[in-house]
């Protein structure tokens, strides 16, 4: 295993730093306002979304810090240096030498400074700073850089450079100038969560504002408003894609692999274009140069899969020429050291394949072109030339024997050798997206259809017919634990699609056919003359039946455990209807709302299925009208 000196500046997020990106976010901020407001008010009974707000951050937080547990446990001591003196010696930290300090290096002994060879030579393994498989000859006068090691000699050096002085620590420092990328599903929730606020605040305010101008008590019409916002808002949601997040993690962790956060995994799934480094990733990092014996099998994965893979190292065309024909990989072999700019660079991207004598910089660069041509890219790597390249990518993935540095910079890190590691990355990152989708699909359909019923009811004389807890009860058996059950399903699919849009989209049809059920029930209700008990329950039966459809249809195709999983769904919703009518402020169904249910049962799943389709054509004639992007 390859050592390097333990760089002086902190790779990983202090905890201060973790509690800052978690718990002042938008919908925390919402949540507690409107926590406040319910407690001003007296109505105890709506908080129930603060347990999914306060479990929803735990789960966020406490897998960041177990991510840094296991850093720190998996980043060896350093070895002590041996200081020479008059005629003794003496071991010292790295962190304790001095400019002017000599050293004896020996076979086997991690450089911890910029040193300068003064007596005898040394062959050294430099591949964790330039990605070079030979190893290089140190004799005396020659620059020995701290993070290499001796690998066969003995010299005596005199510490030239240490500390933040270092090349090693300056690479380091520079490569923490690139943005790290956030995954497209963090960035999709929080803008779920922005646009459903933005729609639901200015109608819950109107809600309170008309309740007060009809004489109603300020707290309660606070309250009332309050306890619909938090019901328009998927506070189960965010908590089941955490939850979805966190089961694929823990399995991961089983088969050696640590992500960073809960959203680290995701993108690995929707990457088109895989970069590997060479030396120490695709090679076992020796002189030999010799291919792991995994290496073609996950390489054969990827391109199975129709993803692009690309070699980007910093060793020397021949020898990226020999694996590259190992792996069966095509397109030309293109010589960084001979482009002449960043435009030359960028160009090549295009067309190349293997890219060698590439610095730290220029694979960087490689990643964004590749990136700015509408690829979604991952890197693969394991040393300090690296580490810019982890930062560009949309997910990195480090080794386990490269540098600290280098793992703390990427998201995914592999506990042991094992390439093939990779691919149940890839199935795990399907299944989450898969999941947290038709989850997001489930919540946002109820939001919307919440939403647009209190605006009908807002400028009609028609009254919002729904309490937020029995808005509560269906959306339990319709929607919580369903997805609940969709988390432990171990299917995997490509993905593709933007996040939000697929959402959206997926959502209209279940929406529309929610309204119609539900408009329908509630213009019954003063001709079937119902009271206005009655004509709650009608709505909310109605509202149950729109719900299950829309459960069925997202539960296609259907199999053994998703039958099961619709019929007990089905007859606990209506169970729990029944038994718990009194609490809810409902009835029984009676005859009179049978003209009314009946229909929507029987023909609520063939429009379901005609909206669907509908919105399909369309989605696929905006697609077929969007320009391409080489276009």
């Known amino acids: 295993m390859r050592h ?18 978690h718990l002042p976010t938008l919908y925390n901020a919402i949540a507690l306002a409107c926590a406040a407001v319910l407690l001003f008010a007296g109505d105890s009974f709506h908080l129930s979304f603060l347990p999914l ?27 002590p240096a041996v200081v020479l003196h008059g005629e003794g010696h003496e071991e010292r930290p790295a962190e304790a030498l001095a400019v002017g300090d000599r050293l004896r290096l020996d076979a086997g002994s991690p450089v911890p400074a910029d040193c300068t060879v003064t007596d005898g030579a ?33 010299c005596e050096a005199v510490v030239a450079a240490t500390g ?74 965010l908590l089941l894609a955490a939850a979805a997040m966190l089961l694929s993690t823990v399995l991961l962790r089983r088969r050696q692999v640590l992500a960073r956060d809960l959203y680290s995994v995701e993108m690995f799934g929707r990457i088109d274009t895989l970069c590997l480094d060479k030396t120490g990733t695709l090679t076992c990092g020796t002189a030999a140069d010799v291919l792991r014996g995994e290496a073609r099998e996950a390489v054969a994965y990827f391109q199975s899969a129709g993803v692009d893979v690309r070699i980007l190292t910093g060793d020397t065309p021949q020898a990226a020429e020999t694996i590259a024909r190992a792996l069966h990989l ?38 964004a072109a590749l990136r700015a041509d509408g690829r979604c890219v991952g890197m693969v790597g394991d040393g300090v030339n690296d580490i810019a390249a982890f930062r560009t990518a949309d997910c990195s993935v480090a080794l386990p024997h490269g540098c600290e ?25 399907q299944h989450i997206i898969g999941s947290v989708t038709r989850t997001a699909e489930l919540f946002v359909k109820k939001s919307l259809t919440s939403m647009i019923v209190l605006l009908i009811a807002l400028i009609t004389p028609l009254e919002y017919p729904f309490s937020p807890r029995q808005l509560s009860i269906v959306a339990l058996f319709t929607i919580g634990l369903p997805a609940l059950a969709f988390t432990f399903e ?34 019954s209700g003063g001709p079937l003359g119902l009271s206005g008990t009655e004509g709650v329950t009608l709505c909310v039966y109605a509202y149950a039946v729109s719900g299950m459809l829309v459960l069925l249809h997202i539960c296609r195709p259907f199999d053994r455990n998703r039958a099961m999983l619709s019929i007990t769904m ?43 389709r509908i919105m399909e054509r369309l989605s696929r004639r905006r697609r077929q009208k969007a320009p391409h992007p080489d276009e």
Request: charged share 20%; glycine share 8%; hydrophobic share 50%.
């Open 405 to 429: 540095a280098g793992r703390s910079a990427a998201q995914l890190v592999l506990l042991d050798e094992d390439l093939l590691a990779l691919p149940d990355i890839v199935r795990e990152a």
């Open 164 to 237: 933040e002085r270092t090349r090693l620590h300056q690479a380091e420092s520079e490569a923490r100038g690139h943005a790290e990328p956030r995954s497209e599903m963090a960035r999709g929730i929080t803008r779920l969560i922005r646009v459903l606020t933005v729609l639901a605040l200015p109608l819950c305010l109107l809600k309170y504002l008309l309740y007060v101008r009809h004489g109603d008590d300020a707290a309660h019409a606070a309250a009332s408003a309050a306890g619909s916002l938090m019901g328009m808002l998927p506070a189960a949601m």
């Open 330 to 367: 095509p397109g030309p072999i293109v010589d960084c050291a001979r482009l002449a700019d960043e435009d030359a660079l960028a160009d090549a991207a295009a067309f190349g394949g293997v890219f060698a004598n590439a610095t730290a910089g220029q694979k960087a660069q490689l990643i």
């Open 570 to 612: 089905g007859a606990c919703l209506f169970a729990a209807l029944a038994l718990l009518r009194a609490p809810l402020g409902i009835a029984l169904p009676t005859p009179q709302m049978l003209p009314v249910l009946l229909p929507l049962a029987a023909l609520g799943y063939p429009l379901l299925f005609l909206l669907v």
């Open 4 to 21: 390097s000196p333990r760089a002086r500046v902190r790779h990983l997020r202090t905890t201060r730093e973790i509690l800052r990106s």
């Open 490 to 523: 171990r299917e995997s699919a490509p993905t593709h699609g933007h996040f939000v849009r697929s959402v959206f989209l997926e959502a209209v049809p279940g929406t529309l056919l929610s309204l119609l059920c539900v408009l329908a029930a509630m213009v």
């Open 53 to 79: 707000v306060v479990l929803n951050a735990a789960l966020g937080i406490g897998a960041e810090l177990a991510f840094r547990r296991n850093m720190d446990a998996l980043n060896t001591p350093e070895m």
């Open 122 to 154: 040394v062959l050294a393994d430099v591949s964790l700073l330039d990605g070079r498989s030979a190893h290089v000859s140190f004799a005396e006068g020659d620059a020995l850089p701290a993070g290499a090691t001796v690998v066969q000699g003995a």
